[in-house]
């Protein structure tokens, strides 16, 4: 058995200690006299796990229904009635299909002690000849052998079947009476043989996607001896053996499979039993009572026991949860010829999903992945995929009796290399669920993954669909396939690889040098197809922000207070690849977009201020530049008049003083050392109009008119590169209607 590979589900059966003997108890039915049914009441039986009804004929149908109820024999509980399959959904071709009888399709119902039947034929059509009930017991893992069974009825038994039966579900209720008797050799009551000699017609199918291409007969002679191995274009998935489900190898009717050419078509289908099995580890997972281990065996003795099959139908079977098993013996890796598509098991496959999916519930996922990965494996070795239709076969079974018939026997058809079993047969099989997973099985046997895309790169900044890091990334990705699939992701950089997983990780890390790279992942699926997904741009930056223009700070209009002097903060910042954002740091924190050069902020007069920008750019580095202000505020009384002044007091003014006049040309001189200087003055709707001088020359007419009233209010504020000796001359041009002014002094920066 081949070890698991990446991304595989991991085997949870236990090693079975040699070959598990499985019984299998058959009782002669016969129809109730007059009727085309056949009714067995409930009974007590020796435990079995699997039931079914066989009749002489392969190719006879039994045209009617068949309805099963079990007696559970864990809790001793009735079940309702089971529907079963009235017509064998698998049957072999050639030889091994001459000496087949027909049947139902085999029930998987758990572990029973009790059973009841009714089979129900359409009016005026016979049942088929020699029906048999078969009980089969899987026995137990561990290789001890089971007794054979013996049908009873008890006393208790028989007031039960007499009574009227209120568990069932359906509506009828039983009035005839059938006989069952026993055919196992330990039982010693008298078979009853059915008196139905009738044969019915054979299979009726609906039209089909396969279309005939031939009428030319093949030969119908195939090899019984082992072909040599070949190599698949895929690897094998892990596959427990039949050593490993438990197979008994001396119930197999033939020492020397049979053998086609190559497999060109997997034919997917189910087993048409309950879903309630167990599959997982412990005691009563895959190796338990209602464990897949047993079921496989139970359908193993179903079909070569009662059946009269040379093995077990399937090629391999999946339970639910992905546990591949080898079913017919020959070597999983040739082309042994199954009894799994009539008509068509040469050159072809057959995996079967345990359990039932008739509704719209499909597969689970895991039994999906491990379809796939065998899919890829059994059409590698005559390198096809998944994903080829015009497959051919030739068509090996009875022409059937549709106008137009379906198949001719010995015409070719066409299929897909991953078909279903109703492709290929007038069957429900592999049920509507599974039946719609094909598409997606075919994506994902055929490869490579879909879907693959990056989800994320962490360590770097997304910025209008560009990263930007500082050398470190860690991407993240994903696929529409499932992630098992894939055995090696790899980290691409500018095209080459720069990181590799096969440890089924979605995330991989690499270290980016400086400059604009492309960034990609390439998922590789098990066959060894590759995907990539689409690129993302990165940009690597190891170097800072700068600060090409120092930081400085001036005077703005506002309201000055002792406490607080407006003013504006002035910056330039740049990155050699992208600037992101500028916070102020010091003396109150604040965040400005990358495109923003100045803050409008305060300081305290008479206080020494640092003002600390950093700038940070899209990578993450940051760089940092400051400066230093000292606010100084110069009263009126610190000025040189000219001309009448008066003074004023009111807690509204700086320092609770003022000075005011109506006089034309009367002025203020105030002499400064600093880079920056407001002028502070009283405003109302009164107020008039002055002339600025600076050093000696007008630089403004400052209206100091507004409609309510205002005070300690910078009007005018002038700023320099540098610091330097300064004088500003404030002259009253007693404009008419308002000729007064009035002013606080000055605020200028150190």
Not at 131 to 144: I, N, Q, R, S, T
Not at 416 to 442: E, I, K, N
Request: hydrophobic letters at 35%; proline letters at 6%; charged letters at 15%.
């Amino acid at each position: 058995m081949a070890s698991p590979r990446h991304g595989a589900p991991a085997m949870s059966w236990a090693p079975v200690r040699g070959p598990v003997h499985a019984d299998v108890e058959q009782v002669a039915l016969s129809a109730t006299p007059g009727s085309s049914r056949v009714d067995v009441p409930q009974r007590a039986t020796k435990p079995f796990s699997l039931v079914g009804v066989t009749w002489d004929q392969a190719r006879t149908r039994l045209d009617g229904t068949v309805e099963v109820r079990v007696r559970s024999a864990s809790s001793g509980q009735w079940s309702g009635w089971h529907a079963v399959n009235p017509q064998g959904e698998d049957a072999p071709d050639g030889s091994e299909g001459a000496k087949a009888r027909g049947g139902t399709a085999p029930l998987w119902v758990g572990p029973s002690n009790g059973v009841q039947l009714r089979v129900a034929g359409k009016p005026s059509r016979q049942l088929p000849a020699g029906m048999k009930l078969a009980l089969v017991d899987p026995g137990h893992a561990g290789g001890a052998r089971v007794a054979n069974m013996a049908f009873v009825q008890s006393a208790t038994d028989t007031a039960t079947a007499t009574s009227t039966d209120t568990a069932t579900t359906s509506t009828s209720t039983d009035t005839a009476t059938g006989t069952g008797t026993s055919s196992s050799t330990t039982d010693t009551a008298t078979a009853t043989t059915s008196t139905d000699t009738s044969t019915a017609s054979t299979t009726t199918a609906p039209p089909t996607t396969a279309s005939s291409t031939t009428t030319t007969a093949p030969s119908t002679t195939t090899s019984t001896t082992t072909p040599p191995p070949a190599t698949s274009t895929a690897p094998m998935p892990p596959i427990a053996t039949r050593a490993d489900w438990g197979a008994d190898e001396t119930k197999r009717r033939t020492a020397s499979p049979d053998y086609g050419t190559a497999v060109k078509v997997v034919f997917v289908h189910h087993t048409d039993g309950a879903n309630d099995y167990t599959c997982g580890p412990g005691t009563n997972g895959a190796d338990g009572p209602n464990g897949s281990k047993a079921v496989i065996r139970s359908i193993y003795a179903y079909h070569v026991d009662t059946m009269g099959w040379d093995d077990i139908g399937y090629n391999f079977l999946v339970d639910k949860c992905g546990q591949l098993w080898e079913g017919r013996y020959g070597g999983m890796d040739q082309p042994v010829i199954g009894a799994q598509t009539y008509g068509f098991n040469t050159d072809s496959a057959g995996i079967a999903v345990i359990g039932t999916y008739t509704g719209t519930a499909g597969a689970s996922s895991a039994a999906e992945q491990s379809i796939a990965r065998l899919v890829a494996w059994k059409l590698g070795f005559a390198r096809y995929t998944a994903d080829q239709t015009g497959q051919v076969l030739t068509y090996r079974g009875d022409t059937t009796t549709e106008t137009p018939p379906r198949f001719v026997h010995g015409n070719t058809y066409t299929f897909q290399a991953l078909s279903g079993h109703r492709d290929g047969f007038a069957t429900q099989c592999p049920g509507d669920g599974v039946y719609a997973q094909l598409p997606t099985l075919r994506t994902w046997a055929a490869g490579p993954p879909s879907g693959v895309r990056i989800t994320g790169i962490s360590g770097a900044t997304a910025v209008s669909g560009t990263y930007y890091t500082r050398g470190p990334v860690t991407v993240s990705w994903t696929a529409g396939s499932p992630l098992a699939l894939v055995s090696r992701s790899e980290l691409l950089v500018d095209g080459t690889v720069a990181a590799t997983s096969t440890t089924g990780a979605t995330s991989l890390q690499a270290t980016l040098t400086p400059g604009k790279h492309t960034v990609a992942v390439r998922a590789t699926q098990f066959t060894g197809k590759a995907a990539t997904s689409g690129a993302s741009t990165v940009v690597g930056d190891t170097a800072a922000p700068t600060f090409p223009t120092r930081p400085y700070a001036g005077l703005r209009g506002g309201t000055v207070a002792s406490t607080s002097a407006p003013m504006t903060l002035v910056w330039k910042a740049s990155d050699n690849a992208l600037l992101r954002q500028v916070q102020a740091t010091a003396p109150s924190a604040a965040t400005f977009a990358p495109t923003t050069t100045s803050w409008a902020t305060a300081a305290r007069p008479g206080v020494s201020t640092t003002f600390a920008l950093k700038a940070t750019d899209a990578a993450g580095n940051t760089g940092s530049a400051s400066t230093v202000v000292t606010p100084a505020i110069l009263q009126e009384t610190s000025a040189v008049r000219s001309g009448s002044w008066t003074s004023r007091s009111s807690s509204s003014y700086l320092g609770g003083y003022s000075l005011s006049t109506s006089a034309l040309n009367a002025s203020l001189t105030w002499k400064f050392t600093g880079r920056s200087v407001a002028w502070v003055v009283s405003r109302a709707s009164s107020s008039g109009q002055a002339a600025v001088y600076v050093d000696g020359v007008k630089v403004a007419t400052v209206d100091l008119r507004s409609s309510t009233a205002l005070y300690r209010n910078a009007i005018w504020a002038r700023t320099w590169s540098t610091s330097a000796t300064h004088t500003v001359k404030v002259v009253n041009l007693a404009t008419a209607g308002r000729p007064t002014i009035t002013t606080d002094g000055i605020v200028y920066l150190k």
